[in-house]
């Protein structure tokens, strides 16, 4: 390059100044039109009584006060959303443990067993809606014919409000792969010398998973943690057509109430203070979990990895 | 003991796991009167192959099948191409706030859709692409957090050697990305290509709060259209969604080796 006349080197310097950012210009702008912008807009419009066509006009806090003090729905739906995670969140978790820790044993057909595993997760929400509302069928369903062999009366599932909720849980976990393959990922990176030293020195299975698996697949756990979290706010599609938020609204998901403000009442304003409540509680309680993580997750490769990304 | 435990434990999740589909898929194929026996068939006597195509000509299939397609072609062309470069940038250039923005990509994977959902209809209201597919296809031009990471990580991989070496034959930036890495990077192509096809292909979300109208419709919202037109026609609504999952499950096949290797190199690579 120095053979370059100056001003061309110049020119040249410029460019190779600006060649990263017109690689990244992509991202960039998609953030501030898809991303940014509306995070902004919605803030805005969350101060605003605003339907789609017409006049808005600004309210002040007023839709924040309206669904904090005055919708039961809000409550309601916030309650619904939390009985949720607090089955889907432990559940979506444990079981995928569970699969990863069968999957990780050295089995014949470990393949077949991760990809049938993985099979429910590769299709759509639609699909496996309908796939369970058949199989949770009051009258033909399969499932209650199953329990009826075992000599249990099953209920009506999506039609009962105290079982309707559990269905929707049942029928989440089908889709448990991603987490599952996570958690083996994790546990494939474990030096396999520390499970031999601890047979050798007789520690009991139970022990090894205790002390070995579990502190060090802590930081996967954590990830698993705040996805399954977020995961359980943004319940939807699978209320949505599975019970339609029934019956007597035993499923409407926080994330079904700010759609129906939304895109059945047109209520713009009111829905976005609505997601952004439902930002600020997923923020927090993602705080909550990295706060806390300090705690219970064991960072054995940090050193390790910070000297690869040097090296 | 432990073995036989787990293979029997094994055994008994994947029938859990499996007895979904198959109960739909021999659904699709019961003739009405095995459809409300009781107690349940578990093969039909006669298999009613014809149920797929009376159910694809119930609602205009042909119209949403184009709509599907199209909307998973164009978006995954442009995931590609936008997330690799932007990979690209992150990890082969030193530049000023390069790690910030970074953190600041990783960061956006967090904020729920929900909140984005409603200023995007308004945005998309504004510019005019209500019931049209550009607000599913575009915003792939544009490159996603998940994606880029996971090409970031992959070319950090390559040694900068290579790099080097072409600079010093004159290669330029862009040059380099498009005839060294890229091709390089194929796998992780594929994994991501795997990724976003599926996500597109099986959104819902975005199609029913973008369409209206039916000529625009996508397959998942014509198999959901079925809930309301056809309460009890559980044969067709087992056909479209037997159909409906085949792609996915055929693409998850042939893609799966590079899936898993992709889940481990970015999980195992910091």
């Known amino acids: ?212 698996t579990i502190p060090m697949l802590s930081p996967m756990l954590l990830f698993t943690f705040i996805t399954s979290i977020i995961a359980a706010f943004q319940q939807l599609t699978i209320a949505l057509l599975l019970t339609g938020g029934g019956p007597l609204e035993s499923t409407y998901f926080f994330a079904m109430y700010i759609y129906d403000n939304a895109f059945q009442y047109f209520e713009m304003g009111f829905a976005a203070a609505n997601s952004w409540v439902m930002f600020l509680i997923i923020l927090a309680l993602s705080m909550l979990v990295m706060k806390s993580s300090s705690a219970w997750v064991y960072y054995e490769g940090e050193m390790k990895n910070k000297e690869q990304a040097d090296g | 003991m432990v073995r036989t435990l787990t293979y029997g434990a094994l055994i008994f999740l994947s029938a859990l796991f499996i007895m979904p589909f198959y109960w739909t898929l021999i659904t699709a194929i019961k003739s009405v009167p095995e459809l409300y026996q009781y107690p349940p068939v578990f093969w039909p006597s006669e298999a009613q192959w014809e149920n797929f195509i009376i159910a694809w000509f119930k609602q205009p299939f042909d119209v949403y099948l184009k709509n599907s397609v199209i909307v998973v072609v164009l978006s995954t062309f442009g995931q590609l191409l936008s997330s690799s470069l932007v990979a690209f940038g992150f990890a082969r250039f030193q530049f000023k706030g390069r790690d910030a923005i970074f953190i600041l990509l990783l960061s956006t994977m967090m904020i729920p859709w929900d909140v984005k959902m409603i200023p995007l209809y308004m945005e998309f209201n504004m510019l005019g ?118 792609p996915p499950l055929i693409l998850f096949f042939f893609a799966q080796r590079y899936i898993m290797d992709g889940a481990i190199g970015s999980s195992v690579k910091g």
């Open chain 1, 1 to 212: 390059m120095g053979t370059d006349p100056d001003s061309a080197v110049q020119r040249n310097r410029f460019f190779e100044k600006l060649t990263p950012y017109l690689f990244i210009s992509p991202w960039i702008l998609g953030f501030l039109f898809f991303t940014l912008g509306p995070l902004i807009f919605s803030l805005v419009m969350s101060f605003y009584d605003w339907p789609v066509v017409g006049e808005r006009t600004f309210v002040g806090v007023d839709n924040y006060r309206v669904m904090l003090t005055e919708d039961p729905l809000f409550w309601d739906s916030l309650w619904v959303t939390i009985k949720f995670g607090l089955f889907f969140v432990p559940f979506n978790i444990i079981l995928g443990l569970l699969l990863a820790v069968l999957l990780n044993q050295k089995v014949l057909g470990s393949g077949i067993f991760r990809t049938i595993f993985y099979l429910p997760s590769v299709i759509s929400g639609v699909a496996l809606v309908t796939i369970w509302a058949w199989i949770y069928s009051h009258e033909y369903g399969i499932l209650n014919f199953l329990l009826g062999l075992a000599g249990i009366e099953g209920p009506n599932w999506l039609g009962d409000p105290s079982w309707s909720l559990l269905a929707i849980v049942v029928a989440s976990l089908w889709g448990l792969g991603g987490t599952m393959l996570i958690l083996l990922t994790g546990l494939q990176s474990i030096p396999k010398e520390l499970y031999e030293a601890a047979k050798i020195s007789g520690v009991p299975a139970w022990a090894r998973l205790v002390f070995i």
């Open chain 2, 129 to 246: 692409w209500i019931n049209t597919l550009k607000p599913l296809i575009v915003p792939a031009y544009f490159a996603d957090a998940f994606f880029v990471f996971l090409l970031r990580q992959y070319i950090m991989n390559v040694p900068i050697e290579i790099d080097e070496a072409a600079r010093m034959d004159g290669a330029n930036s862009w040059q380099i990305y498009w005839r060294i890495h890229l091709p390089l990077m194929m796998p992780a192509l594929v994994l991501v290509g795997t990724f976003h096809f599926m996500n597109a292909w099986n959104d819902y979300l975005g199609p029913l709060i973008y369409l209206n109208d039916q000529s625009k419709y996508t397959l998942t919202l014509g198999l959901s259209m079925f809930k309301g037109l056809h309460e009890t026609d559980i044969t067709s609504i087992a056909a479209i969604t037997v159909i409906l999952c085949i």
